[in-house]
């Protein structure tokens, strides 16, 4: 029973392809997240998602591109892929935003992307 | 947006010894984690713990808000400890403290 899931877990790709990332949660959370993971680990909050509704945006190049069907699912979908986007994604979360504070949030394993 | 640092970067135990993990942050926040990341990269939640102290068997958290920090205790350390603790204020993660603990 896995809380929250991804797929793929790894994603070997040329430069230039576009690739999506799915993400899925069975917790009955209202809210979503995308984080990525570089080489040094540094974890950075790429997007979040409210109910469907987009609630962070943070400094993204405009080729990832979220979308969020329903509030158990959040997609990433990177167009024109670059030697500087191979990183872990890290999908994620929680019961609610709580008012932009924010509440305990629970990862999916990740998905390891290298763009060659 | 809001400074989170953690202290030490690295931290290598013999398995059995005690260790403290430090996060300081720069706002007031309601909303703490601190997390494990293991060998195999999986992020698991340990505390979340916005304000005062929780323990959860050999682990224990402690947060200060007022004074902007918390602390992560480790007792009796275990090779499987091993890995980079997070925490989290928000949504801004610190860089991490690399454990490694020897058998």
């Known amino acids: 029973d896995t809380a929250v899931s991804q797929t793929p877990k790894y994603l070997v790709t040329q430069m230039g392809n576009d690739k999506s990332i799915k993400c899925e949660q069975n917790?009955?959370?209202?809210?979503m997240y995308w984080y990525k993971q570089d080489s040094k680990k540094f974890l950075k909050i790429m997007f979040s998602?409210?109910?469907?509704?987009?609630?962070i945006n943070e400094t993204v190049p405009n080729r990832f591109s979220p979308k969020s069907p329903d509030k158990a699912h959040l997609n990433l979908h990177i167009n024109s892929l670059e030697l500087g986007d191979s990183a872990v994604y890290f999908c994620a979360s929680s019961r609610t935003a709580g008012h932009l504070g924010f509440e305990t949030q629970y990862f999916g394993p990740g998905t390891r992307l290298l763009v060659l | 947006g809001i400074q989170v640092e953690q202290s030490p970067p690295d931290l290598i135990l013999q398995e059995g010894a005690n260790s403290t993990l430090r996060c300081n942050f720069s706002d007031s926040v309601n909303n703490l984690q601190w997390f494990h990341q293991n060998p195999w990269g999986q992020l698991i939640n340990l505390f979340y713990i916005p304000s005062g102290t929780k323990q959860n068997g050999r682990l224990s958290a402690t947060t200060v808000a007022t004074e902007r920090y918390s602390l992560l205790y480790i007792s009796s350390s275990q090779t499987t400890d091993s890995g980079v603790y997070f925490c989290?204020?928000?949504?801004?993660f610190g860089e991490g403290t690399q454990l490694t603990v020897n058998p």
């Open positions: 989290a204020v928000r949504l801004t």
């Open positions: 917790l009955g959370h209202d809210t």
């Open positions: 998602y409210n109910n469907k509704e987009l609630i």
